[in-house]
Structure formats: structure tokens, C-alpha cells
T-cell receptor, first 115, second 113 residues
Framework: KNQVEQSPQSLIILEGKNCTLQ??????????LRWYKQDTGRGPVSLTI?????NTKSNGRYTATLDADTKQSSLHITASQLSDSASYIC??????????????FGTGTQLKVEL | KAGVTQTPRYLIKTRGQQVTLSCSPI?????VSWYQQTPGQGLQFLFE???????NKGNFPGRFSGRQFSNSRSEMNVSTLELGDSALYLC????????????FGQGTRLTVV
């Protein structure tokens, strides 16, 4: 069964600290992996996309890594800010037999940054 | 370029009623997907429409239905509402099923009392 599992489920850190969120997947065949940020009461917004050949990609204070061999990805947030408080969702795309791509969503990590 | 627009933003309904939610995708996007999001469950896939045809369907009862119009706008209908249907309903648009980047709307917060 294609699955995307994220850990931890929730996390509280102090402003200015770093943190790392994990995503393990079993979906196959793999097309790409995206990290989304979802602020409370809003729709998710894409942060980064990782393809099979990419190991690391940065977007400001966000750095995503991908290990396609172990089927693991991480999202590292540097020097956290209060505005980073949100749910972070890992989404893996896999190609369908009938064409198109299917998106499989993780349940997300709820991050809270405190003063 | 306008984003994905969902209406209404908030809705309160009584058990047994039915509800229709609307989604206008980004201009030029022809694929629209619907998701239900509840605390602890993450995004659960409802269905996907492309060129007015339902391409894929998640594991939801037949009370949940949808359709897509020729202008790519989509509606989702839930009949005989249950308390457990209370959730944030998100719509996402893509240029087409081959594209892997989904752009989400703000969602419709449905509360069933």
C-alpha cells in the first residue's frame, strides 16, 4: 500500500532554534516529493520539490533533503520564526498506470514556534 | 493571476441537510481535486475531475459527489449530512493530471450541528 508517514506528529520549539521534520514513503513508482506549508485555516502552499536525482534543495530558511534509496526526506528549518508555526505536509507523486500523476499526502507535522 | 477560489469560506448546516461547495480553479487549469481535512487525519482524497470527467475517486460514501463544468469550475455536494462530515474541504487545481504541483484554495470550513 502506498503510504507517506511523517514524524513527529507535533513539535514545539523556541524562536531562533532549528528543527528537522521527517517524511518516509513507500509509494512507487516515485515521480517527485513536495513539502507544503499550511497555515491555520488556509490551504497548503508548496515550499520545495525534490526529484529522484536531487539530494538537497533550499528555499530561504527551508532546506529539504531526499534519499531515494531509503525513501526518506527531511525538511530542515533554520533560525525559526513565529511565522513558521504551521502544519508541514509531505506529498509524494507517483505515476498512474492510466496516465497522470497521483498525489499521496502525509498527515503532516504541526510545528509551533514560541517566544 | 487569480488563485484557486472556494466559496463559501464558512458554512454551518444541520444533520440531514445537504450542502454544495464551489471551487474555481486557476485560469487555464483543467484538473480539480477535492480533499477533506480533519484534525489528525490529514488530507483525505475525495475525487479528481479533468475535462468534466471524474478521473479518480477516494474511499468516501456515495453521499459525497461532485461535478465539473465546461469552464473547469467544480462543485462538490454532500447529502444527508452527518456530524462526522464537519471538516475543512480543500480544492486543488493543476494544469492537468500530468502536473504534480497542486495549488490549493483557502478551503470551506463546514460545521454540521
Amino acid at each position: 500500500k502506498n503510504q507517506v508517514e511523517q514524524s513527529p506528529q507535533s513539535l514545539i520549539i523556541l524562536e531562533g532554534k532549528n528543527c528537522t521534520l521527517q517524511c518516509n514513503y513507500t509509494v512507487s513508482p516515485f515521480s517527485n516529493l513536495r513539502w507544503y506549508k499550511q497555515d491555520t485555516g488556509r490551504g497548503p502552499v508548496s515550499l520545495t520539490i525534490m526529484t529522484f536525482s536531487e539530494n538537497t534543495k533550499s528555499n530561504g530558511r527551508y532546506t529539504a533533503t531526499l534519499d531515494a534509496d531509503t525513501k526518506q526526506s527531511s525538511l530542515h528549518i533554520t533560525a525559526s520564526q513565529l511565522s513558521d508555526s504551521a502544519s508541514y505536509i509531505c506529498v509524494v507523486s507517483t505515476s498512474r498506470a492510466g496516465g497522470g500523476n497521483k498525489l499521496t499526502f502525509g498527515t503532516g507535522t504541526q510545528l509551533k514556534v514560541e517566544l | 493571476k487569480a488563485g484557486v477560489t472556494q466559496t463559501p469560506r464558512y458554512l454551518i448546516k444541520t444533520r440531514g441537510q445537504q450542502v454544495t461547495l464551489s471551487c474555481s480553479p486557476i485560469s487555464g487549469h483543467r484538473s480539480v481535486s477535492w480533499y477533506q481535512q480533519t484534525p489528525g487525519q490529514g488530507l483525505q482524497f475525495l475525487f479528481e475531475y479533468f475535462s468534466e470527467t471524474q478521473r479518480n475517486k477516494g474511499n468516501f460514501p456515495g453521499r459525497f459527489s461532485g461535478r465539473q463544468f465546461s469552464n473547469s469550475r467544480s462543485e462538490m455536494n454532500v447529502s444527508t449530512l452527518e456530524l462526522g462530515d464537519s471538516a475543512l474541504y480543500l480544492c486543488a487545481s493543476r494544469t492537468g493530471p500530468e502536473n504534480t504541483e497542486a495549488f490549493f484554495g483557502q478551503g470551506t470550513r463546514l460545521t454540521v450541528v
